[in-house]
């Protein structure tokens, strides 16, 4: 069995997520957050999403996600660098980003909260 290799905790979270970019601005995605931890969270997408990332010039690949803890009313605003997407079907897609925390309190409330979160979390 491979060693966990994690800096930070990975918890699965159920949230909803918008994903703007930079070259759009006004275009917003609505996905949805399965796990989140301080530093990257992974989301499910769809093919219009991913496209439209692979569109930028450089690399890498930025957005900028916006969403809130099922628990918890802090609404958090992060830039977002892709790491990894996979695809599950034709439409569907995973994919893995690296957050850029603004300041250090944000990041370590992010991590507060995932710690203290509810045994039963996710959408409605």
Not at 6 to 11: A, G, K, L, T, V
Not at 37 to 56: D, M, V
Not at 79 to 105: C, E, I, K, P
Not at 106 to 117: M, N, S, V
Request: aromatic share 6%.
């Amino acid at each position: 069995m491979a060693s966990e290799r994690r800096s930070f905790p990975r918890y699965l979270v159920q949230c909803p997520v918008i994903v703007t970019l930079p070259d759009d601005p006004n275009a917003a995605f609505k996905v949805k957050a399965n796990s989140l931890s301080r530093t990257s969270i992974q989301i499910e997408c769809n093919q219009e999403l991913i496209t439209s990332l692979l569109r930028q010039q450089g690399l890498p690949y930025r957005c900028h996600l916006t969403f809130t803890l099922p628990w918890h009313e802090q609404n958090f605003a992060v830039d977002a660098t892709v790491v990894t997407h996979r695809r599950l079907s034709q439409q569907d897609y995973v994919l893995v980003l690296l957050l850029r925390h603004q300041d250090g309190a944000q990041e370590d409330l992010l991590e507060q909260l995932l710690g203290a979160r509810p045994t039963t979390i996710g959408l409605d």
